[in-house]
């Protein structure tokens, strides 16, 4: 897959799609899972012979799409995707806006001024859809194995509501839950098990990533 970071446009080539099932409905079903702005599909035998599809797609930012959900629930007069998808015909999807290592994306350690102005404005659009996304149908999803109170900052855990640990020491349970549970509830052998902010204790199911499902 090529793209374009300043323009969010993307090229994706699949070869041999009909080998795995990927027709074109069901490659635009799965397109039309992320909402993209625009997309188009183009055809083509390579010279080897070599059956593949090209898939053009455009996806707005995620605080685009943000800006247009709340002036779509004002001229509704609406404060909220519950209230929207009550009363239009077509109701609202909703968006999940997962990132893995959260960590990693925020860290400026080591990084240039100008490279730290990215990172803050990353910082500063994951803080407005931590607080304002709930309402318009936009969830944020963050996930990291080595949280740190200097990167994570508290406007964004502050605009968390449900959370999730792992086992960890007392100092990274009170980064993410405010307490110690994590410490003090999830023994030192216990694979698997996490503990949310409300106090449950869950056991994850184990996946064996050795084994074909297909």
Wanted: glycine residues 6%; negative net charge; hydrophobic residues 35%.
């Amino acid at each position: 897959m090529a793209k374009n970071e300043q323009s969010r446009k993307y090229l994706l080539t699949i070869n041999s799609p009909l080998d795995c099932g990927l027709t074109h409905e069901k490659i635009k079903t799965l397109l039309e899972a992320l909402s993209p702005a625009y997309y188009c599909m183009a055809d083509e035998t390579a010279t080897t012979g070599t059956y593949h599809t090209h898939v053009f797609l455009y996806l707005d930012s995620v605080a685009e799409k943000l800006e247009q959900r709340k002036d779509l629930l004002g001229k509704a007069e609406c404060t909220n995707i519950y209230a929207y998808n009550s009363r239009e015909a077509i109701p609202m999807d909703r968006i999940v806006f997962a990132v893995d290592e959260v960590a990693e994306i925020l860290d400026k350690t080591g990084l240039t001024k100008a490279e730290k102005e990215q990172v803050a404005r990353i910082e500063n659009r994951l803080s407005t859809i931590a607080r304002q996304g709930r309402a318009f149908g936009i969830h944020l999803f963050l996930s990291t194995q080595r949280p740190d109170a200097n990167i994570l900052s508290g406007q964004i855990r502050n605009n968390i509501g449900y959370r999730i640990c792992g086992r960890a020491d007392n100092v990274l349970s009170m980064i993410i839950l405010d307490n110690t549970d994590a410490s003090d509830k999830i023994p030192n052998d216990a694979q698997g098990r996490f503990l949310t902010g409300d106090g449950t204790v869950f056991q994850a199911y184990w996946f064996d990533d050795t084994k074909e499902v297909f």
